[in-house]
C-alpha cells in the first residue's frame, strides 16, 4: 500500500517534472525541472529495490550531468533566445513525428504484455542485498564492458578537453 | 508485495520516452533538446529496472549502469560541443545552425 502511494507520488513528480521541463523557456528553469525528473526515477529506482543505482542517479545524473548543464547555460548567454519563439519552424512536422511514436507505444502496450512473449519469471535468489548481488555480476560476468566502459570515459575526457579548447 | 504491476512502470517509462521525443523535436535551443535527451535516457532506465526486478535478476540494473556510463561521457563531449558551436555561431537556436543542410 505505502509503495503504490510512493508509486505514485514519483510518478507525478517524473511526469511533471518532464511536462515543466520541456515547456519552460528559461534554460535554467528546465535544468531544475530535469532536476525533480531525475530525483522521481530514483525514487522509483528505489522502489524496485535497485539502491546502487538510486546513489548513482543522485551523484552521477543530479550531481554531475545536471551541474555540468547549469554550468553551460551560464557559461553562454541566453538571454536574447529567451525573447525568441521557443518552437522552432517545423514544429508541425514534429507533432506527427511525437504522435506517431506515442501511437506506436500506446499500440504495443495495448496489445499486452504476452505479445513480448517474455521468459517465464525466475524467482529471485534474496542472498545478501541488491548492490552486492550487482557487485558480484558486474565484476565476474560483466567484466570486460566494465573495462570498456572505464576507456570510453577516458575518451570522453580527452574529447571534452580538445572540444572546449579555445583554438581546435 | 507486488503492489503496482509491471505494466504501469511500462506506461510511466513509455509516457516519459514521448515526452522527451517531444521536448527534442519541438524545442529549439540546443541545451533544452540536450536534456530531453537525458529524458530519453532515464525512460529507459526506468524499464531496464522495472523488468530487472520482475525476473529477480540483475541484468537489468547493469545495464542501467552502463547507461549511466554512456550518458556522463555524452553529457562531457556533448556541452563541449555545445560551447565550441556557441563560440563560432554566437547563437544556440538550431534552426540558425544549418550549414550542414545545404
Same mark, same amino acid.
Given at each position: 500500500?505505502?509503495?503504490?502511494?510512493?508509486?505514485? +507520488?514519483? *510518478? !507525478?513528480?517524473?511526469?511533471?517534472g518532464a511536462v515543466l521541463m520541456v515547456t519552460r523557456r528559461n534554460a535554467v528553469h528546465a535544468a531544475l525541472?530535469?532536476?525533480?525528473?531525475?530525483?522521481?526515477v530514483a525514487g522509483v529506482f528505489l522502489l524496485r529495490s535497485a539502491e546502487f543505482l538510486f546513489?548513482?542517479?543522485?551523484?552521477l545524473y543530479i550531481g554531475g550531468v545536471v551541474l555540468l548543464i547549469l554550468f553551460v547555460i551560464m557559461l553562454v548567454n541566453l538571454d536574447a533566445e529567451a525573447r525568441q519563439p521557443r518552437f522552432h519552424r517545423q514544429? +508541425?512536422? *514534429? !507533432?506527427?513525428?511525437?504522435?506517431?511514436?506515442?501511437a506506436e507505444i500506446v499500440y504495443v502496450l495495448l496489445s499486452g504484455l504476452e505479445a513480448f512473449r517474455l521468459a517465464p519469471?525466475?524467482?529471485?535468489?534474496?542472498?545478501g542485498g541488491s548492490t552486492e548481488r550487482l557487485?558480484?555480476?558486474?565484476?565476474?560476468?560483466?567484466?570486460?564492458?566494465?573495462?570498456?566502459?572505464?576507456?570510453l570515459l577516458l575518451v570522453a575526457i580527452v574529447g571534452s578537453v580538445v572540444m572546449a579548447k579555445k583554438r581546435i | 508485495m507486488?503492489?503496482?504491476?509491471?505494466a504501469w512502470y511500462l506506461i510511466l517509462s513509455a509516457i516519459l520516452f514521448a515526452l522527451g521525443?517531444?521536448?527534442?523535436?519541438?524545442?529549439?535551443?540546443?541545451?533544452?533538446?540536450?536534456?530531453?535527451?537525458?529524458?530519453?535516457?532515464?525512460?529507459v532506465n526506468l524499464s531496464f529496472v522495472a523488468f530487472s526486478y520482475k525476473f529477480g535478476r540483475v541484468d537489468g540494473q547493469i545495464f542501467t549502469f552502463f547507461v549511466m556510463v554512456v550518458a556522463a561521457a555524452e553529457a562531457a563531449v556533448g556541452l563541449a560541443i555545445i560551447l565550441a558551436v556557441f563560440r563560432t555561431r554566437k547563437t544556440l537556436a538550431v534552426d540558425e545552425i544549418d550549414s550542414l543542410k545545404y
Amino acid at each position: 500500500m505505502v509503495s503504490a502511494i510512493l508509486f505514485y +507520488l514519483f *510518478a !507525478l513528480m517524473i511526469l511533471g517534472g518532464a511536462v515543466l521541463m520541456v515547456t519552460r523557456r528559461n534554460a535554467v528553469h528546465a535544468a531544475l525541472w530535469l532536476v525533480v525528473t531525475l530525483l522521481g526515477v530514483a525514487g522509483v529506482f528505489l522502489l524496485r529495490s535497485a539502491e546502487f543505482l538510486f546513489v548513482v542517479q543522485i551523484m552521477l545524473y543530479i550531481g554531475g550531468v545536471v551541474l555540468l548543464i547549469l554550468f553551460v547555460i551560464m557559461l553562454v548567454n541566453l538571454d536574447a533566445e529567451a525573447r525568441q519563439p521557443r518552437f522552432h519552424r517545423q514544429w +508541425l512536422l *514534429a !507533432l506527427a513525428c511525437a504522435v506517431v511514436v506515442g501511437a506506436e507505444i500506446v499500440y504495443v502496450l495495448l496489445s499486452g504484455l504476452e505479445a513480448f512473449r517474455l521468459a517465464p519469471a525466475v524467482t529471485a535468489v534474496q542472498t545478501g542485498g541488491s548492490t552486492e548481488r550487482l557487485a558480484d555480476v558486474l565484476f565476474s560476468e560483466y567484466l570486460l564492458p566494465f573495462e570498456i566502459a572505464s576507456i570510453l570515459l577516458l575518451v570522453a575526457i580527452v574529447g571534452s578537453v580538445v572540444m572546449a579548447k579555445k583554438r581546435i | 508485495m507486488a503492489g503496482v504491476p509491471l505494466a504501469w512502470y511500462l506506461i510511466l517509462s513509455a509516457i516519459l520516452f514521448a515526452l522527451g521525443i517531444a521536448g527534442f523535436l519541438f524545442r529549439r535551443n540546443l541545451i533544452t533538446m540536450f536534456m530531453s535527451i537525458e529524458l530519453m535516457l532515464n525512460a529507459v532506465n526506468l524499464s531496464f529496472v522495472a523488468f530487472s526486478y520482475k525476473f529477480g535478476r540483475v541484468d537489468g540494473q547493469i545495464f542501467t549502469f552502463f547507461v549511466m556510463v554512456v550518458a556522463a561521457a555524452e553529457a562531457a563531449v556533448g556541452l563541449a560541443i555545445i560551447l565550441a558551436v556557441f563560440r563560432t555561431r554566437k547563437t544556440l537556436a538550431v534552426d540558425e545552425i544549418d550549414s550542414l543542410k545545404y
